[in-house]
């Protein structure tokens, strides 16, 4: 009898070649260059290296290299390393159970090898001398002798070169850096024994030597701005032990971007957990805004699946509610302990020297600055929002024609977000916020420059290495909106003018979030996506808030502003601005049949 398997010109269903379905297996484990540095970190961390250095050279996808003092490879195993499912890790479906190593599957090498071209260079501590291994495209070129230093060496080049169609959906420099860069941090965060280099084309970014705790390894990597906000969390149940850092309520950012949090000792993305942070500070910090954590998870390994995706990032916990609210309890405890009046500060007066003249008012503001609390605008504040989009529209001419807006009649403010209004057929609820937003995005994108403001006070920046790259990409297009960021120091930016439609600038936060936003928005095509990119950031930070008091007057004015735009039915990220509930709805609701 023919094998099902063998063929035939007739059947539509076919099993798919060994180089194929390596390369789909290694499309799971290597989505980008970071996913090569990540799992050749996993295995140096396994090896037992004190000193792991990640080396990029040249141009994008990189000639990448990680090199590590770890215990090395024989040349036996050297040359099984690469082949699929080969690991030194486990032997049995049994260890599963309790897997403590980084890697496991065996998995790292075989797909890095299938879409790259690839060579290990690894000598063991007792061995006279090392071997080297050149692996293309998942096939064996070579094995030879090698001097080389005690550990190992794997140089990945020409990264997706066999699989053109992945390579071409990677996005820009900065932003594949952006995620290398994250990589390097979170394991510099996990590992404080260990040291970790990151050099660009022999530019040494971040060095982060062996560190005596937790807390001087987060001001190696993020800085003493960031850390001099921490509040330590040391936290004991039954079932689990938390340990690390949260920021004070006033040190918050518009994305997680800040967050780390280990479970038994491997980074992992976790929104349980995130969401169990967020809720142990209730009400201590606004919506939308996210704290900085840097959290160590300890339990039962029988607790924790770590085999639930190839990128070993995601785990599945047995008792994750249970988790997520001992976390959010530790958290509240926390900050309970903590002492959280705002700081006072001193600001550098050399970056206001080199940027202003000196008057008796200037001086106290430049003396003591009072960390910015929770805001909420006001009256006034909304005022001056409405008015300066009020003043662009006269300026320019607007479209006509029937809108779901003609004809209403504003009857009031809902939970200080959302506008009531009558209509023929029922009523209307208008997000405020969206739609405004969507009002200040069409003048932006319309007008591109629409003026700047030069700042009293100049607003310094010190950014995190990831926000530092992310920034020095984007300065071409903020300029092009108004704003004036120069350089300062090594990760030190100051900030002198800012697009006229913010306003009086209340803190430097505003900036952050941009970044934030700009960060969070996925891949960026070409100069038009970065300029929408932009477009939409400024448009959420200058739009009128959510929660913000809006009199009649004011409402009526917002309503008659975005009648004018092209799309008064969408904020500029999709969201709807209005939502129509009809007459014959609410009577089908209240049960009325006449």
């Given amino acids: 009898m023919k094998s099902n398997t063998e063929g035939d010109a007739n059947n539509r269903i076919h099993v798919l070649d060994k180089a194929t379905v390596n390369k789909i297996a290694a499309g799971e484990v290597i989505e980008r260059p970071a996913s090569v540095v990540k799992e050749l970190i996993?295995?140096?961390?396994?090896?037992?290296?004190?000193?792991?250095?990640?080396?990029?050279?040249?141009?994008?996808?990189?000639h990448i290299t990680v090199i590590d003092n770890g215990s090395g490879m024989n040349r036996s195993d050297a040359t099984m390393a690469f082949l699929k499912h080969a690991t030194s890790k486990i032997q049995t479906i049994e260890d599963l159970a309790c897997v403590s190593t980084m890697g496991f599957r065996g998995e790292a090498l075989s797909s890095i090898a299938?879409?790259?071209?690839?060579?290990i260079v690894t000598r063991q501590k007792e061995e006279v001398a090392g071997t080297k291994v050149v692996v293309q495209g998942g096939e064996l070129k070579g094995i030879s002798d090698a001097g080389t230093a005690a550990g190992t060496a794997v140089h990945v080049e020409d990264l997706f070169y066999n699989t053109p169609a992945r390579r071409k959906y990677l996005k820009s420099k900065r932003t594949e850096l952006v995620h290398i860069i994250d990589v390097v941090e979170r394991y510099a965060l996990g590992n404080t024994d260990v040291s970790f280099s990151l050099v660009i084309d022999e530019k040494m970014i971040l060095r982060a030597p062996p560190a005596r705790d937790l807390f001087d390894r987060i001001v190696q990597v993020f800085g003493s701005h960031i850390a001099k906000f921490l509040v330590p969390v040391d936290f004991k149940s039954d079932l689990i032990g938390i340990s690390g850092f949260i920021s004070k309520p006033e040190l918050t950012r518009s994305e997680t971007d800040l967050q780390s949090f280990y479970i038994n000792g491997r980074s992992v993305s976790s929104k349980a957990t995130s969401n169990a942070l967020r809720m142990g500070y209730y009400t201590r910090i606004p919506k939308?805004?996210?704290?900085?954590?840097?959290?160590?998870?300890?339990?039962?390994?029988?607790?924790?699946?770590?085999?639930?995706?190839?990128?070993?990032?995601?785990?599945?916990?047995?008792?994750?509610?249970?988790?997520?609210?001992?976390v959010r309890e530790a958290v509240e405890n926390a900050l309970k302990q903590a002492l959280l009046v705002p700081i006072v500060e001193r600001k550098d007066s050399?970056?206001?020297?080199?940027?202003?003249?000196?008057?008796?008012?200037?001086?106290?503001?430049?003396?003591?600055?009072?960390?910015?609390?929770?805001?909420?605008?006001?009256?006034?504040?909304?005022q001056r929002r409405?008015?300066?989009?009020?003043?662009?529209?006269?300026?320019?001419?607007?479209?006509?024609?029937t809108s779901a807006l003609d004809d209403i009649t504003i009857l009031g403010q809902f939970d200080l977000i959302y506008i009531v209004a009558e209509t023929k057929e029922g009523i209307l609820l208008i997000d405020q916020h969206a739609a405004h937003e969507r009002i200040l995005y069409e003048q932006v994108r319309n007008s591109k420059n629409s003026g700047w403001q030069e700042l009293l006070t100049p607003a310094t920046l010190e950014l995190g290495l990831k926000e530092k790259v992310l920034l020095e990409e984007y300065i071409p297009y903020l300029e092009k909106f108004g704003f004036a960021i120069s350089e300062f120091g090594a990760n030190t930016y100051v900030v002198t003018a800012i697009p006229s439609i913010f306003g009086i600038l209340e803190n430097t936060d505003i900036v952050h979030d941009i970044i934030s936003d700009i960060l969070s928005a996925g891949r960026i095509k070409d100069e038009t996506g970065v300029y929408e990119n932009v477009c939409k950031a400024m448009a959420c930070r200058g739009a009128i808030k959510a929660g913000a008091f809006c009199s009649l007057q004011q409402m009526e004015n917002l309503v008659r502003q975005l009648k004018l735009t092209e799309n008064p039915y969408?904020?500029?990220?999709?969201?709807?601005?209005?939502?129509?509930?009809?007459?014959?709805?609410?009577?089908?609701?209240?049960?009325r049949t006449g």
């Avoid at 299938?114 to 060579?119: F, K, S, T």
């Avoid at 840097?294 to 339990?299: A, E, W």
């Avoid at 995601?314 to 988790?323: I, Y």
């Avoid at 904020?571 to 049960?591: I, N, S």
């Fill in 288 to 326: 939308n805004r996210y704290p900085a954590a840097v959290l160590k998870i300890t339990l039962n390994p029988k607790e924790v699946d770590v085999n639930v995706h190839p990128s070993k990032n995601q785990v599945r916990l047995s008792r994750e509610r249970e988790v997520s609210d001992t």
């Fill in 570 to 591: 969408n904020c500029p990220h999709g969201r709807p601005t209005m939502v129509a509930l009809k007459r014959k709805e609410l009577d089908k609701m209240f049960g």
């Fill in 386 to 401: 409405l008015k300066r989009t009020d003043k662009r529209n006269e300026a320019h001419n607007h479209k006509s024609g």
């Fill in 350 to 382: 050399t970056v206001q020297e080199m940027f202003e003249t000196s008057t008796p008012e200037m001086e106290i503001n430049n003396i003591i600055r009072e960390k910015p609390k929770s805001y909420r605008a006001t009256s006034k504040d909304t």
């Fill in 114 to 119: 299938a879409v790259a071209r690839l060579e």
């Fill in 42 to 62: 996993d295995n140096s961390i396994d090896a037992g290296a004190s000193d792991i250095r990640v080396e990029l050279k040249g141009h994008l996808p990189w």
